[in-house]
Structures are given as C-alpha cells and as structure tokens.
C-alpha cells in the first residue's frame, strides 16, 4: 500500500504556476528523496500533504487519509520537519520539543535524552539564541521522539555541520529499520544519494524524472577518461559521445549508457593503457535536468 | 565612528519608505487633521471671547481635567485647540514613531532580515540612522502640516508653529527613545514594551505636576517631555526656549543610541536574557498553554499599566471632591452641572472613553499574534500537530477575551478602591467603578471581531482593523464637539456602552454588541479554516 499517493497535483499562487500535473507516489517503509533547484516547488508539494495548503486540482492521500479534511487524526501519525525552522524567541529548546511531542501525542521521556545526548544539543538557551544549525536540531529532536509511522522532512540536513549530518543519517536509518516512511527533500545531492531508495526530481513544478538511483542512472552519461598510447582520433563524431577534450594523450568524455560498447571498439585502435570511468553522481543527473529545462544543454 | 558604518543608509531610507508607503502617510496625516477639527470645533461651539473665557475658567477649575489634559494656557481658540489635541497627537505622533524605529532595526535583527542586508554593503550603523532619518523627516513634516493647517484656518503664526514643532519634538524624543530601547532589548517586544512604559512615566509626570501647579508641584512637569509640550505654551507667549531642552534630550539619546549599538552584537541586545527550562512545565501542553506562557508577562504589563491608570484617576476625582468642598464658590459653578458627585462621574466616564480605546488596542495587539505567529512560519510547527486550526485559533483568541477583561478589571478595582477609599465607601464605589468598567468589553471584542474577521477572510489587511479603531476614535472625538449625526456616531461600537456612572447599566448593547463580535468572531473562523496558512 502506497503511504503517499499525489495524482495530478495542481497549485497555483495568483498567476504563478508552483506545481503543474505532479504524481508521487511513497511507498511503506522507504525513504524517498524528493529534489530539486529553489522555487522549484518542493516546499509547496510537502505543505499540501500536510494540508496546510489548498490545492487547485488533483487528489492527494496520505496514510490513506485526505490531508485537508482529516488533518488532525492524520498528524497524530507523522512528523514534520518545516524548511525554515523559525521558533519562539522566548520559549528554550527544550520546551519546544516537549511541547510540539506532547502536542503530537505523547513522546518517550528516554529516546529525547538520548536525542539530546546524540544531537549534543543544549536544551536550555532560549530559542532565539540558536544557530540555525540548532534551530534545525530542535525540529529534528522534536521529531524523532515521536513514534509515527511517516516523516516529512522538508531539507532537513540545513545548516548541519557534518559530524550531525552524520547523526542524521544514523536517525534515517533507525527509522527505516523500523519500518517507517521517510519523505525527504533536498538540494543536497549526496545526502540523497546516500540515504534515498527512490528519488523524484522536480523542476519549476513539474516532475521530470522518478525512479531507484539505478534506474535513473540509466538515463544519464558515464565519464571517461582514458590514456592512449597514439592520440584519439575521431571520438566526437561518434553518436552518443559527448563533451570530448583531447589534450596530448589523455582524452575526457562523456557517453550515453547505451554507447559504452561502441566506444570500446574505437578506442581499441589506440592503444589503451589506462582507462578510468565514474557512474553518473546525482549532481550530473540533476544538473543534466536543469539544464535541459533552461535550454542551454550541449546536446 | 567610521564612515563605512553608516554606508547603505540611503538605500536603506529608500527601503523603510517603500515598505512604509501606506502607513507613513497616514500617521503623517492623522495629527493635522485632527487639530484642525478640533479647532474648526472650538470655533463653532464657542464663537465669542466671552464663551470662550468662560469655557477655559471651567477647565482650568477642574483639577481632573487639568491632570487628564493639562492646563489651558489662554482663552482663545488657538490655546483650546492646544490643549485639547496635545495630548492625543502626542499618543499617535510618538507611538508612530516609537512603532516604526523599532520594526525596522530590532524587528529586523530578530528575524534575521538584518542579516541579509548586513552582509550586503550596509554599514552596522546604518538601519539605525535610516529608520531615525524617516521618522525624524515624517515628523517635520507633521510640523509643517499642523502649522500651514492652523495658519490657513487663521490662528495667529507663532502658536501655530509652536504646536506643530511640539509634535515633532515629541516624536524626534520617542523616535530617539525607541532607538535606544532596540538596543537595549533583545526582542522588539520588549523594546516596544520599555517604550511604552516610558510614555506612561511621563504622561503621570505631567499629570501630577499639572494638577498640583498650585501647590508647587509643578516642577514635576519639568521631567516630562510631554510636559514640556506644554510648557512651550503655544497661542499664549511661546516660549522657545523649550525646544532647546527637546534637542538636547534627543541628542543625548540618539548618542547613547549609537553608543549601545557598537558596543553589542548583531542580534545581541544589552539586557542579556537568562537560560531557560530544559524541559517545558507539565502543563505546557495545549495551544492556550503556550499562548499563555508566551503572553502572561506582556498581559501582566497591560494589566499594571492600567492599574497605575485607575489609582490616578481615583486619585484625581477625590482631589476634584476636596477642592469642590472647601471652595464653595467653585461648588457653585459645579452644582451648575449637576453637582460635585456629577462631575466626578463625568471625570470617570471620560476616563473610561480613553480606556476603551486603549483596551481595544491590547484586543488587536492580541488577536493579531494569529497573524503573526502565521507569518513568521511557526504556525506550521503547531499544524502540523494533532492540534486543528479550530482549537489553535480559538486558543489565542481566549486569551484575548480572558486577557481584555483582566486588564479593564485591573482599572476597574484600582480606580474603584482608591477613590472609595478616599471618600469612606468602598462598598458602594467599588461595584459601581468595576461594572462602569466592564460594560466595554463587548465593544472592545466588536474590535477585535473585526480583526478576527479580516485576518480569517484575508490575512494581509488584518492591519486595516488599526484603521477602523482609529476610525471609531476619531468619530467619537469629533462627535463630543461637532455635531455629527447620530447615525454616523453610532458606527462605533464604543458609543453603544451605556455610560453606567451616569445613567445606569442597560443591558440589551451589551447583548447585541456582544452577539455582533461573536458573529465577526465566527466569520473569520470560518474563514480562517477554508484558506491556505502562509
Ligand atoms: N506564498 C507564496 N506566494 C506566492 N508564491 C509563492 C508562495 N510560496 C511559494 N511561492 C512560489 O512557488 C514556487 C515554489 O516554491 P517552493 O517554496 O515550493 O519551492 P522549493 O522547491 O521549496 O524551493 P527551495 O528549495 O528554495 O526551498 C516558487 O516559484 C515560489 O516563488
Ligand atoms: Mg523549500
């Protein structure tokens, strides 16, 4: 059964068009990556499903639930985590987490100590002290107490340094081990990379690819980059090549999945002596999307 | 001082004024307007030197109305016309400015906008100095306004631009005070809060050195800008001199204001806040908790703020009864208007007047922490609880309702004791004082039902509710002394409330008014639930 189910999602802002015909679909327990540049709607999606947010048209279900009309039974069985955490300046760290537990329905007293513990957060500076790396920190901790079956992370990584990137990540993984939902979005890249099972990408309001890592990678180029003992010649009228820099002996391209092969066999020829290869990261994939929408793809 | 610390002020004066465009012209626009009446008011109720002569005798023997207003400085129209707006001009000019200073340095630096602009080529300096230069500009431009408005009307020149510079001088003050007070504090609230209560000193300064002028007390108005404003005795042998003092007095406060400023961080004020609980109260745990945790000491000060108001008033009405016992005369004159005990009560009843308006300001203040709490992003946090956007505005909007008549309680009881303990009859002068207090409570929630309205409909006009408040002010203080129709006046939700000292309690405005803020109330629930938050 699917946790989230978005089916031609549409939602305007007066004239500007923030999601246009957006499907999603989040299956029980996987962490789902939904990524895109700014403005690109992210923000906008994940405030829908929580029903905050009126939509022009579409059907949105969350845990089987209309997010709009059953908002309050439904919150009881997720946490959200907001974008821009701002919080009350006058009220500490800590009793914004306890009161936004309780205010979910209750919190294990031990699992928050040991948030606390991990996170290394300092509970009792009043909220408007914090950095926004610890303002991040409070919506996290606040989160992770609660025993709900789905997370709604909207860039959740914010403002982290690594070492509590890392803690998040070990949170992420928790919670997938027990068989929650994960929804997350970011721009952060790798972070998808490393913890997502499927991604979306979204793009000015329209989704442009969705899928497993793997899948995805398909659609995109390799790079290359090879030593040879005669220089190359004639790489750049081969189709599906692309982006080729030759300088002496060395040659730099990219290739199309499906070209590997045919690449191979021109390559021969030249001798070989070493050659060295990168599967697509997210970044090229991401980027190569961006790039298609602006128009000022090399293709 | 360097220079580079003052760079990006002129962009940042061009920001203020764009963000301000509809704001500024009308708190520039709102005193001139108002002398204006009022004189155009004086004018057609007391056309002869003779009315006027006598009308000023009976002010200046009322100490309460001396106290409320201060003294009237000469029997013409242009001294009436001092007296009678300096106070209120005073309210709107330096609150004005005291409001804007503020929301564009602390405002700004608590939520993190500063930090945009000050990583940009604006110098640390720099929001201070523009947010003084509008405001200091606005107010010259009030000056000029009231002083062309009163000359055209015909008042002598020299009062004329004595009142009008009174009011910009009073604005530069609070304009200075509230740029020292946004260093001082670490949230705007409080620095709005030290300036409002800064106000509240000086206006009980005046009061008491005015009404004691006799007894040599009146050095006590020396202290207080506000007196000042007074003693600058427009329309009766200006004296100029006193605009010295006001401009050493914003000197010193705009060189402190620059002082604090270098000596703290960005976002950092003086007063340092202490740490908090590392775990919340087991109580906190429900909306109205927390709108309770995060306003009982902004509800606290309100509530003192009006206790203060109640004692002086009580205080006040019994020096009026003494005077009017020992001075036969004077009774005389009294009786004329029904009697010592009247007076008195029309004291109290215009007291309450003022009351109502400032309660009705705490109900938008109140109900618009919806608004805020919706702009600022935190409302998320909550909705996306189990908590429904029903229980979490209704929440807010308790404590408003609670919140208001505690506050109008507070003068109530304060005023009710100390002049029932002043004449010997507490029993009867308490009850009476406390209902003649709370019949404004429906009109004060008839205001904030139109804020509710307009922020559940739409959102970004909750601040015309301001509007609409100052509306009823206006109507309310022009129809004492114009003669405006009925039904105009009667918009106004304040001039339902049965003036209970005078005429007993009716019931039935209080129902209806009480039914009409119910339904405002419920509408922009409604409202509130069918529409996007942020
Ligand atoms: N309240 C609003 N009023 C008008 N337009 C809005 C509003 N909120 C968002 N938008 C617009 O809708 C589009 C999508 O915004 P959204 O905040 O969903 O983007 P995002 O993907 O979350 O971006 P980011 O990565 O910067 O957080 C943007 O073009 C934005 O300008
Ligand atoms: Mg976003």
Redo the contacts with the bound molecule.
């Keep these: 059964m699917s946790v989230i189910h978005v089916e031609n999602l549409t939602k305007s802002?007066?004239k500007?068009l923030?999601l246009d015909k957006v499907d999603l679909e989040v299956e029980q327990g996987e962490v789902f990556g939904f990524i895109?540049?700014?403005?690109?709607?992210?923000?906008?999606?994940l405030r829908i499903l929580l029903g905050l947010l009126h939509k022009n048209a579409g059907h949105v279900s969350v845990l089987g639930a209309d997010p709009w009309r059953d908002a309050v039974a439904l919150h009881r069985r997720l946490a959200y985590v907001p974008?821009d955490v701002s919080l009350w300046p006058n009220l500490s760290g800590g009793e914004v987490i306890d009161l936004l537990g309780r205010l979910r329905g209750g919190f294990d007293q031990s699992r928050r100590d040991e948030l606390l513990e991990r996170f290394k957060f300092d509970p009792t500076k009043p909220c408007r002290t914090y950095s926004t790396g610890n303002r991040q920190k409070v919506a996290l901790i606040a989160a992770f107490i609660s025993d709900v079956e789905l997370f709604i992370l909207d860039?959740p990584t914010l403002g982290l340094d690594p070492l509590m990137e890392a803690v998040f990540r070990d949170c992420i993984a928790e919670v997938r081990q027990a068989g929650k939902t994960v929804l997350l979005?970011s721009?952060i890249l790798a972070e998808v990379e490393a913890l997502c099972d499927r991604i979306s990408i979204i793009n000015e309001?329209t989704i442009v690819e969705s899928g497993t890592l793997a899948e995805l990678r398909h659609l995109t180029r390799i790079s290359v980059s090879v030593e040879t003992a005669r220089p190359v010649t004639g790489l750049s009228e081969l189709p599906g090549v692309h982006n080729v820099r030759v300088d002496g002996a060395r040659a730099h391209f990219t290739v199309d999945a499906g070209a590997i092969n045919r690449v191979m066999e021109h390559l021969t020829p030249f001798d070989a002596l070493s050659l060295t290869s990168a599967p697509p990261t997210l970044e090229d994939l991401f980027l190569r999307h961006y790039e298609l929408h602006t128009g000022d793809d090399a293709r | 001082m360097k220079v580079s610390e003052f760079s990006g002020t002129g962009a940042l004066i061009r920001l203020i004024l764009r963000r301000d465009r509809l704001l500024l012209p009308i708190w520039i626009a709102l005193p001139p307007l108002f002398v204006i009446l009022v004189a155009s008011a004086f004018v057609s109720l007391y056309p002869t030197a003779a009315s006027q002569q006598t009308i000023a005798a009976q002010i200046v023997n009322g100490p309460g109305l001396v106290a409320l207003l201060g003294p009237v400085s000469a029997p013409t129209v242009g001294a009436l016309t001092a007296w009678r707006s300096s106070i209120f001009a005073a309210v709107i000019v330096a609150g004005a400015n005291a409001l804007t200073v503020i929301r564009h340095t602390r405002t700004d630096e608590e939520t993190g906008r500063y930090e945009l602009l000050g990583s940009g080529a604006v110098g640390r300096r720099a929001p201070l100095s523009a947010s003084l230069v509008v405001t200091l500009g606005a107010d010259l431009a009030i000056a000029a306004l009231v002083t062309g408005g009163l000359v055209a009307f015909g008042l002598p020149v020299a009062g004329s631009v004595a009142l009008g510079l009174s009011f910009a001088a009073i604005g530069w003050t609070f304009a200075a005070i509230a740029g020292v007070a946004a260093q001082l504090a670490e949230s705007a609230g409080v620095a709005r809060g030290i300036a409002g209560a800064i106000f509240v000193l000086f206006y009980v300064l005046r009061a008491a050195g005015d009404a004691n002028e006799q007894s040599g007390q009146s050095w006590l108005s020396w202290l207080s800008p506000l007196g000042w404003m007074r003693l600058v005795k427009p329309f009766a042998s200006e004296r100029w001199g006193v605009f010295a003092i006001f401009l050493g007095a914003v000197i010193v406060l705009i060189a402190m204001a620059y002082t604090l400023s270098s000596r703290r961080d960005v976002g950092a004020g003086i007063l340092t806040p202490r740490l908090g609980p590392a775990r919340a109260s087991p109580r906190l745990r429900s909306p109205l908790a927390l709108a309770w945790r995060l306003h009982r000491l902004t509800l606290l000060a309100w509530a003192a703020m009006f206790a203060i108001y109640g004692v002086m008033v009580g205080y006040l009405a019994k020096t009026t009864a003494d005077l009017l016992a020992t001075n036969p005369q004077l009774a005389n004159l009294f009786a004329h208007f029904g009697g010592a005990s009247a007076y008195t009560d029309s004291l109290f009843t215009l007291s309450l007047t003022f009351l109502g308006w400032i309660a009705a300001a705490y109900a938008i203040t109140a109900t618009l922490r919806l608004q805020s709490e919706e702009v600022e992003r935190r409302v998320d946090h909550v909705l996306a609880t189990a908590v429904s956007r029903l229980r979490w505005a209704t929440s807010d909007l308790a404590l408003m309702v609670i919140g208001s008549a505690v506050v109008l309680a507070a003068f109530g009881l304060s005023a009710g004791l100390t002049y029932g303990l002043s004449t010997g009859n507490v029993g009867y002068e308490l009850p009476r004082m406390l209902v003649a207090t709370l019949a404004y409570l429906p009109a004060v929630w008839v205001v904030a039902g139109i804020a509710m309205a307009l922020y559940g409909l739409v959102p970004r006009l909750s601040f015309v509710s301001w509007g609409v408040l100052g509306a009823f002010v206006l109507l309310e203080l022009i129809g004492e002394t114009l003669k405006v129709s009925q039904s105009i006046l009667n918009l106004s939700p304040f001039n339902r409330v049965p003036a209970v000292l005078v005429s007993g309690v009716s019931v039935m405005p209080l129902v209806w008014l009480t039914i009409l803020a119910l339904v405002l109330t419920i509408v922009g629930l409604i409202g509130f639930q069918h529409r996007s938050i942020?």
């Design positions: 802002y007066g500007t923030a895109g540049p700014n403005g690109a709607g992210k923000t906008t999606t974008g860039e979005s721009h309001g | 942020g």
